[in-house]
């Protein structure tokens, strides 16, 4: 089975940040910006966000819109797309919110932890290995061969900077908010990495559009030249 064309999704501050060092999540995007996000979640048939960023912001990662997710039944598509996370280290909470909301669960982790992320999990998820360390193609294989064609994927900073190094990115959606974090122990959208390239390979700009006061820009990074 083909992999999944894998989009990746963050909204940043014009300082490249994902969020604050705050308890709370800061919010970058405005109203128009999340209902798009939405938009983009019910065209996708699974979405991933990494265990850090489960932990930090416990989101339910749903298509909120019911008009969407009828939409979704009606093309014989389940309800909600299948959510996914990766996780090396099993620390996993049974109690976050992802776990009970939406639809179907899968669990990425490696040989060491799997054990650990079954007994914590039990029948709220399907939990899969991907070896004795973290191999983001046999990941992308995996959801491939469960029938996912398009991939979302909400972050945190580490996953986006492993996805863009080892170039796997199809699309890159960046919506940039006119804030400064300017806070070193935030989290960024992009951490040091060898990227494909170099410095001075140039991705090709699909759209640029301004969302109220959010510019979403949309990359095509394996496009570079």
């Known amino acids: 089975m083909p992999r999944p064309y894998v989009i990746l999704s963050a909204a940043m501050s014009v300082d490249g940040f994902l969020d604050d060092t705050s308890p709370e999540r800061l919010l970058l995007s405005n109203s128009e910006d999340f209902d798009r996000v939405d938009e983009v979640r019910a065209s996708c048939d699974a979405i991933l966000i990494g265990a850090t960023t489960m932990r ?20 014989g598509r389940s309800e909600y797309p299948l959510k996914v996370t990766v996780t090396a280290s099993g620390d996993l909470d049974a109690g976050l919110k992802f776990w009970h909301f939406g639809g179907e669960k899968v669990v990425f982790t490696v040989d060491s932890a799997v054990d650990k992320v079954k007994a914590t999990l039990g029948d709220l998820t399907d939990v899969v290995s991907v ?27 580490t996953i986006h900077t492993q996805i863009m190094a080892q170039n796997l990115a199809d699309e890159v959606h960046l919506a940039v908010a006119p804030l400064l974090v300017g806070q070193a122990d935030a989290p960024k959208f992009l951490g040091t990495a060898d990227y494909p390239g170099g410095s001075t390979a140039r991705m090709r700009l699909l759209e640029a559009r301004a969302i109220g006061d959010v510019v979403l820009l949309r990359y095509a990074p394996k496009e570079r030249g």
Not at 57 to 67: A, F, H, K
Not at 137 to 154: A, Q, S
């Open 131 to 157: 070896g004795p360390e973290l191999d983001w193609g046999l990941v992308l294989d995996e959801l491939g061969r469960r029938g996912v064609g398009r991939l979302m994927v909400e972050g945190g900073g």
């Open 56 to 75: 930090r912001d416990n989101p339910r990662l749903l298509v909120n819109s019911e008009e969407r997710r009828a939409a979704r039944i009606a093309e």
